[in-house]
């Protein structure tokens, strides 16, 4: 049996969970707290570090999802949230768009706001400035994860905001900060990823 095709029997028996994963092959925790991996045919692979609850359990920084082992946190983190995107990529992501595709703010159908969001950057700035109304309007209906995934290509913050919708919220106000806090943090992280790759 030639290695070539050992290596593609042991990756198909991992997928399929066959073979245990292993945590620690090579990995070691960069600069930005991350834990990196260096598992065969997945080099240079980064996973946020998970919190550390008091029962010893893992909680996902990104999703906030409990795990009783580190092994079932990796599967998870690898599965959803791997941050390997190329120089490129986060240029494209926290590039500015033409106009047109913009995200432009209504309040109802046909009552728009005079505002427009070009990029990542300036929606996370508009979301805190424009008429609560727009942003639950918005936030109802699914606005943002459209226009992130159709416009951006940034499906990971499109799955942060679904699960925002998916909790209850006390104020419409609350629902602006969460947005907002969830926007920017996606920002910085596609920027500090951007200046290490640099």
């Given at each position: 049996?030639?290695?070539a095709f050992k290596k593609m029997v042991v990756t198909?028996?991992?997928?399929?969970?066959v073979i245990e994963f292993?945590?620690?092959p090579g990995s070691n925790i960069n600069k930005d707290n991350d834990l990196r991996t260096a598992t065969p045919?997945?080099?240079n692979v980064d996973i946020p570090e998970p919190k550390m609850l008091e029962k010893g359990e893992f909680q996902c920084p990104i999703c906030d999802r409990t795990f009783n082992s580190k092994e079932d946190y990796l599967s998870h983190a690898m599965a959803h949230h791997q941050m390997t995107h190329s120089k490129t990529e986060l240029q494209v992501l926290l590039a500015s768009?033409?106009?047109?595709?913009?995200?432009h703010f209504f309040t109802e159908?046909?009552?728009?706001?005079?505002?427009?969001?070009?990029?990542?950057?300036?929606?996370?700035?508009?979301?805190n400035i424009v008429p609560v109304e727009s942003v639950i309007f918005h936030f109802q209906r699914g606005d943002y994860q459209k226009w992130l995934i159709e416009v951006i290509g940034d499906e990971e913050l499109a799955k942060r905001i679904d699960k925002i919708r998916e909790?209850?919220?006390?104020?419409?106000?609350s629902v602006r900060n969460v947005l907002f806090q969830t926007v920017q943090k996606a920002v910085s992280e596609l920027k500090e990823s951007l200046q290490q790759i640099s």
């Open positions: 049996m030639n290695n198909a028996k991992r997928f399929l969970g292993k945590i620690n045919g997945m080099l768009v033409p106009y047109e595709k913009g995200f159908p046909g009552k728009y706001t005079g505002i427009t969001a070009i990029s990542l950057d300036e929606l996370a700035a508009k979301i909790t209850e919220w006390a104020s419409a106000d």
